[in-house]
């Protein structure tokens, strides 16, 4: 369980969060192509970017990692997979695609990007920590592509785009993110991002992260007793159950247990935003808190 957990928030660190939003290119990037009409080809490292660019323009995305996250996805059945899970990505194979661009992760596609510079293919390297970042992102994916579409994200991302209840201010929430070690998100995370978006009141936020993984913070048994947070939201990772929580020797002394005010989250979506699909489902379950 615990080599699991890793595996999966190792994939979420490298791909996204501690930092603003970089943009890294050995060149700027140039709009008179978007100007001729002239589609960017673009070969996407990690989902979220995929997903972006597919969503933007489809016909452009000429490269992306495999991810369960696309299995019933049609229009992604038929794109070259160039990487898999912690696989570093086939260099030889996105360079015979012929991207305009190649959007890897800053941190675990350094290297890749760097090779690819090189050679001079133009490359993004992402981090995105808030979901400003992510609207960011998405600004800047527009104009390489050339395309305007106003209130794209707002119409794929309905859910994190409601009117905030003021009432929700009253309430607060604790987030667990694992069992061994025992984590929570602090604000300086993607999901510590997403709980202040809708208006809770995150009883880590202002914790520093001193830990191994940045953004979240390492929290023992005698601290969760102590603060007794109204509702907890638990996160499902993959190949774990939300039954693991139940293990803590303080679980029935806890008044969150006890008033049934228990959440459960996907890790894709809440912990690693995945794609626009499983954050807007997160987005959905922070509503009905």
């Known amino acids: 369980m615990k080599s699991s957990f890793k595996y999966f928030f190792s994939l979420f660190l490298i ?12 060149q700027q990037i140039n709009l008179f192509d978007t100007k001729q ?8 490292l990690t989902s979220l ?26 229009e992604f059945q038929n794109i070259p997979i160039v990487s898999r899970g912690r696989m570093q990505p086939d260099i030889e194979k996105i360079i015979s695609l012929k991207p305009d661009y190649v959007i890897g992760a ?34 800047q994916l527009q104009n390489i592509l050339g395309t305007q579409k106003k209130g794209n994200l707002e119409n ?44 809770f009141d995150n009883l880590t936020a202002d914790f520093p992260s001193k830990g191994e993984f940045k953004g979240y913070l390492n ?22 159950s939300l039954d693991q929580y139940k293990s803590l020797t303080i679980w029935n002394k806890l008044s969150a247990v006890k008033n049934k005010k228990i959440f459960g989250f996907d890790y894709y979506g809440f912990i690693n935003p995945g794609s626009l699909s499983s954050i807007n489902n997160a987005c959905k379950k922070l509503s009905k808190i």
Not at 37 to 44: E, G, H, M, R, T
């Open 106 to 139: 800053k941190g675990f596609h350094d290297k890749t990007l760097r090779k690819l510079e090189d050679l001079g293919i133009s490359t993004i390297s992402t981090n995105i920590k808030s979901f400003r970042d992510l609207e960011s992102f998405e600004s």
């Open 15 to 26: 791909q996204i969060f501690i930092n603003p939003l970089y943009l890294l290119a050995n």
């Open 219 to 240: 929290i023992n048994q005698e601290w969760l007793l102590k603060n007794q947070p109204n509702n907890l939201l638990l996160v499902k990772t993959p190949g774990s």
């Open 156 to 199: 794929n991302l309905k859910s994190c785009y409601l009117k905030i209840d003021s009432s929700r201010n009253n309430k607060n929430v604790l987030a667990l993110v694992s069992l061994k070690p025992m984590l929570s998100p602090n604000s300086e995370s993607w999901s510590g991002s997403l709980i202040k978006r809708f208006g």
């Open 49 to 74: 970017s995929a997903d972006l660019v597919g969503n933007l323009s489809i016909s452009s995305l000429v490269g992306m990692p495999g991810s369960s996250l696309f299995k019933n996805e049609k």
């Open 37 to 44: 009409n002239k589609k960017s080809k673009v070969v996407a």
